[in-house]
């Protein structure tokens, strides 16, 4: 069997101030329902941006399409020469 992973002590001691409360039980509560909160909120800030992002691919005009063996015609610099 693997041994149970070591949390730096900074890091415990950071748990333990946010899980607080009076007995284990309360604590174990406690840190679930942060661990929760954190995760949801991590969910709904993923679906936000994923959604902001979609929007502004979807708002973005397409290039019109070529058909197959034609290149697009380079960009002219000038006004066309009327006498053509």
């Known amino acids: 069997m693997s041994q149970p992973a070591r949390v730096p ?13 009076a007995s284990a039980e309360e604590r174990d509560q406690r840190a679930s329902t942060f661990a929760r909160g954190l995760a949801i909120g991590a969910l709904v800030g993923a679906a936000i941006a994923g959604s902001t992002i979609w ?12 058909p197959l063996g034609e290149s697009p015609e380079p960009a002219r610099t000038s006004a066309p020469d009327p006498t053509d």
């Open 55 to 66: 929007q502004r691919r979807q708002t973005r005009p397409a290039p019109p399409a070529l």
């Open 9 to 21: 002590r900074g890091l415990e001691t950071l748990i333990r101030t946010i899980a607080g409360g």
